[in-house]
């Protein structure tokens, strides 16, 4: 199975494409750190699965569709891909600047859209894929002192259950995770 991970660098992402490689998977690792690909890809080698990288900034959708089509050519196609890529900025709206604000909505919700656009033209010819969104708990549970996070994650789960009813007849399905705290490995 061919799957392409955002945000693989570290965190969720970079545990995610280590138990995918477990299993054997072609693991397709995005995210804009290239060393810190280079780290996971290392990572998924050793737990017997088959990395290609592609270091892109999800927040600009042409270079989305470069990378995404050089994985697709690596892998020979595509059959799922993970959106977890994601900016967490714990700020209260009266802390919290414009730029913070645009930052959060940029990657994890249009990130997470030109990803999904970048694969769907595929998934739908092959009339099969799967697209799993990473949410968080705070997409559905208001989140005192992250509303911009809790904002962008609520939009996610909006996103995915309208896009479920859209692809649904095209053979792709659409699953949203909603995982709680983590520890990302960042400082």
Known sequence: MRVIVTGASRGIGRGIAVVLAREGFQIGLVARAQEKLEETAGLVRKAGGEPHIAACDLTDPDAVDRSFDTLFDAMGGIDALINNAGVVIRKSV?????????????????????????????????????????????????????????????????????????IRDDGIKVTTIFPGSVDSGRS
């Open 94 to 166: 009266y802390e919290i600047s414009v730029t913070e604000w645009q930052s959060m909505v940029n990657t994890n919700l249009n990130g997470l859209f030109y990803a999904t656009r970048a694969v769907l033209t595929r998934m739908r010819a092959q009339q099969s894929g799967h697209i799993i969104n990473v949410s968080s708990i705070s997409g559905k549970v208001p989140l005192a002192g992250g509303s911009g996070y809790a904002a962008t994650k609520f939009a996610v789960n909006g996103f995915s259950q309208s896009l479920r009813e859209e």
